[in-house]
């Protein structure tokens, strides 16, 4: 199923949530060949609203399916169950809520298209008051007084109220999610499903035909060489017209025309007298009693008989010619070169290599460019280019024997910070994990480790050094990451992570970018799979 399609379905569906329409939101939702677990909540919610429990519980075993750390999806169906006396699985789900809330104490849920926040205080009242149904009375009041310790918004005098009832032995009421409460589809994916004409319809500005309503596109026609004549109608001989005296301008747009000459007929007479012409490369008016038409036809051959229009000329087919040197009678001067030198390529040696006087000449246009290549290369085999990556890229040329100490100065006073804070790192030929440039404080490590073919390229941050931590190994970020609280690590896709331990099964501890958090263990991986945490 097209997203597009899905998305359109999902948007007239919460449309019917607004209008209380439950059956009209069913009705959208069973159009859906492939449902997601935001669309079965709202199936679910549908359910709840006309009070078919049974439905209500099997939509919501399907949201948990799709997504099962659907923290909300639990709390939900936990207080379907207790409708339906389930007492037990919803114990179960009250638990599985909890876990999946990972210690928080509230999740907003807005940024799925949730406009609710589940706290922590919420779940443990809905398991008090499976406890009450039950019978267990004493459990049920210490969850709630666990309940009152738990901090978050939201929660007014329930808590105090609810203890209240348990001392009277008063079964407490589930709480729910609020009716018309679902997950929406975020409004800039919606605005986009409506088709837009980034064109538009074509629209004639001017035309050299009367009452021209013509919108569409005319072939191109072949231009020759030489004079251009713009077509006009074909029921017109001729759009030349021959000023029969001299005219002065005598207004704003009117041209100054010598007697005899020729003018191109642009537009047709006006309410005036006055009709627009071209001379000489200008538009401008002229009185239309004063022009003749004029007889244009002349042969080919006769080029000097061609009436000039203002129009310039299409361009000629012929390319330029290539400038020819000045000869000179005075002959080169001579230049000596040592045995260590390499004379510069000249224009023979450079276009056309030495043939044995059996073969025919061939031309060999690469010569030039290999010679200047050998020529570049002798001169910098004892450099390299070092490219190094940062907020943006800088390239700089070093000695190959430069240590790793003298090259982090030299990389520092180019970006304008300070040594110490910056950190270099490299990749491996084939590998995507950058690893530190070790040894910086080696005396026999250089830039000649981590060249190759005369290029080295490094990755460089700025950040401050993990005092008394020590890195475990190095992962790959998979998918980006961006945080939901101070203590989480924000990161993009394809940057290295250090990481400094483990939190537990699913969270690990990591360090990227200079800054120090916890990530998700499945959004990055491990390259080398003999390193263990």
Request: aromatic letters at 8%; one cysteine or more.
């Amino acid at each position: 199923m097209l997203y597009t399609e899905l998305l359109r379905l999902w948007d007239e569906a919460v449309q019917k949530v607004d209008a209380k329409d439950w059956d009209g939101v069913l009705a959208k939702l069973d159009e859906i060949s492939e449902p997601t677990s935001r669309t079965l909540f709202i199936a679910a919610s549908a359910y709840l609203a006309l009070g078919d429990l049974d439905q209500a519980m099997k939509a919501l075993d399907l949201t948990i399916a799709k997504d099962q750390r659907l923290a909300v999806g639990f709390f939900q169906r936990a207080a379907v169950m207790m409708q339906v006396d389930r007492l037990e699985e919803a114990l179960s789900d009250c638990i599985w809520a909890q876990k999946h809330m990972r210690a928080n104490i509230v999740i907003d849920y807005r940024q799925l298209g949730l406009r609710f926040k589940l706290y922590s205080w919420q779940v443990l009242y809905n398991a008090a008051a499976v406890y009450c149904r039950m019978g267990q009375w004493e459990q049920a009041r210490e969850v709630l007084l666990s309940a009152s310790q738990e901090k978050g918004g939201g929660r007014g005098g329930n808590i105090e109220v609810a203890l209240d009832s348990i001392m009277r032995e008063e079964i407490l009421a589930p709480l729910l999610v609020p009716e018309g409460t679902v997950f929406r589809p975020r409004k800039q994916d919606v605005e986009q499903l409506q088709q837009k004409d980034f064109l538009g319809k074509a629209k004639v500005i001017s035309s050299m035909i009367p009452n021209d309503d013509f919108g569409g596109f005319e072939p191109l026609r072949l231009q020759k060489p030489g004079f251009y004549e713009p077509q006009g109608d074909g029921s017109q001989d001729s759009r030349y017209m021959r000023v029969q005296t001299p005219y002065m301008a005598r207004g704003a747009g009117q041209l100054t025309v010598p007697g005899g000459a020729m003018v191109f007929l642009f537009a047709e007479e006006d309410r005036d007298g006055m009709v627009t012409v071209i001379y000489d490369g200008q538009r401008g008016l002229l009185p239309v009693s004063l022009l003749q038409p004029a007889d244009v036809k002349s042969s080919k051959s006769k080029k000097d008989n061609r009436i000039p229009s203002g129009i310039p000329l299409p361009p000629g087919l012929k390319p330029p010619t290539r400038p020819k040197a000045q000869s000179s009678s005075a002959p080169p001067a001579r230049v000596s070169f040592t045995s260590t030198d390499i004379p510069p390529p000249s224009y023979n040696t450079a276009t056309h290599a030495p043939l044995p006087a059996s073969e025919p000449p061939r031309y060999t246009a690469n010569a030039a460019r290999d010679q200047h290549a050998d020529a570049a290369r002798g001169a910098e085999a004892g450099s390299v280019v070092v490219k190094v990556h940062y907020t943006y890229t800088v390239a700089l040329s070093v000695p190959l024997d430069m240590p790793y100490s003298e090259l982090k100065e030299r990389i520092a006073q180019k970006l304008g910070q300070s040594a110490s804070q910056l950190r270099l790192r490299h990749k491996m030929h084939g590998s995507r994990v950058l690893i530190p440039l070790g040894g910086e404080a080696e005396p026999g490590r250089n830039v000649q480790e981590v060249a190759e073919a005369g290029r080295a390229t490094l990755w460089c941050q700025k950040e401050d050094p993990l005092h008394n931590r020590s890195i475990l190994c190095q992962m790959v970020a998979l998918y980006d990451y961006s945080a939901e609280g101070p203590e989480d690590l924000e990161f993009s896709e394809g940057d290295t992570i250090d990481i400094l331990g483990e939190v537990n099964e699913e969270w690990l501890e990591g360090h990227c970018a200079g800054n120090i958090g916890i990530f998700p263990s499945c959004f990055a991986y491990r390259e080398n799979l003999s390193e263990s945490l």
